[in-house]
């Protein structure tokens, strides 16, 4: 009896999985993302008799759009949290960017919250941080008891509202986690109750997010997100009013997590990893491509540029420079740089 009955289960979860399937809405393709405008600055070394231990810029610092930001070194604002972690940044319709970031005594405490400030480029200056949540408040709204959270990850959606993506943990490690969001009608001032993203029919848990969301033609968010728990590779998840409606695998094993996703055009793109591979395997930079607008992806040749376990941060310029922030090292990361591709 106990036979028929698990079979029964089966043949229920295999039809209810291909009915989902079947329903699922057609894939589109990406929309580019609109690029930054930023002058670079470049110090060059000056091969000349009269000079030659000089430096000068061959560009300058200054924004060629009024409202746009120098390249340049800055620091968030101070909370007096002893470890700040995972900032990201979002550009607001006023022309001022907003930042967040998690901050607490220690990664996965109690006591961590996601904080948000705005820089406003006409002062040059960040605003007062505030809370954007805390464990408890997530607590509150998920209706579920969180242990930690992290992560945030902001994004555009396709009626101009802005939503934050974010990463709780209720039992275990970060390999137990889930994804919930929140959305604001008024650029981050305010935040509607959280909820939590449905990535697997199975407990819902060890899938992680940390990089920027993709645009789809239909106006849909393509987000990529990363499993730690058995295996860990990144997935895309293809969002719709705020629900995970499918999702595609971006690489295999357990070697690559975090993906960065650089889109050519309306069918192709790369998706740079944080290796996690073993000791004995080479440190270097994952890759990813696809040329169906994300629908499948095929692991592609490295980037042969050390990675000691680290995430990477991307960006494309309104030129087509693409730019990387990364630590080219295999052990620690005491050493940050700043990689370009035209």
């Known amino acids: 009896m106990n036979r028929v009955i698990a079979l029964c289960v089966l043949l229920l979860a295999a039809v209810l999985g291909y009915l989902h399937i079947d329903s699922r809405p057609a894939w589109a393709p990406f929309t580019p993302p609109e690029p930054i405008e930023i002058a670079a600055s470049v110090e060059e070394s000056v091969d000349s008799p009269q000079a030659s ?44 960017v907003r930042a967040f970031w998690f901050a607490g005594s220690r990664e996965g405490a109690p006591d961590v919250v996601i904080n948000s400030s705005v820089f406003d480029p006409r002062a040059a200056r960040w605003s007062a941080p505030t809370v954007v949540m805390s464990r408890v408040s997530a607590e509150k709204g998920l209706s579920r008891y969180i242990a930690k959270l992290g992560n945030p990850v902001p994004a555009r959606m396709a009626d101009g509202r802005m939503q934050l993506f974010f990463v709780t943990v209720s039992i275990g490690g970060w390999a137990g986690s889930s994804i919930s969001s929140v959305i604001s009608d008024d650029e981050g001032l305010t935040w509607t109750k959280p909820q939590r993203l449905i990535a697997s029919p199975l407990i819902n848990l060890s899938t992680l997010v940390k990089s920027p969301a993709l645009q789809f033609s239909d106006g849909r968010l393509g987000l990529p997100a990363y499993h730690e728990w058995i295996g860990r590779f990144g997935e895309l998840l293809r969002i719709q009013d705020g629900q995970i409606i499918d999702k595609r695998r971006m690489s295999s094993g357990r070697g690559a997590i975090q993906p960065v996703v650089f889109v050519d055009n309306a069918q192709e793109a790369s998706a740079f990893f944080r290796q996690t591979r073993p000791s004995s395997q080479v440190k270097q930079i994952p890759v990813s491509e696809t040329k169906d607008a994300g629908q499948t992806w095929k692991i592609a040749k490295d980037l042969e540029i050390p990675n000691p376990n680290a995430a990477v941060a991307s960006l494309t ?13 295999e052990v620690g990361r005491s050493r940050l740089v700043m990689v370009m591709r035209k």
């Open 53 to 96: 231990n000089s430096l000068k810029p061959s560009k300058t610092l200054t924004p060629t759009k009024p409202l746009a930001i120098n390249l340049q070194a800055d620091w968030l604002p101070d909370t007096d949290a002893p470890s700040v972690h995972a900032a990201s940044l979002i550009a607001l319709k006023d022309g001022a």
């Open 317 to 329: 310029l309104s030129d087509g420079t693409r730019l990387m922030v990364l630590n080219n090292i």
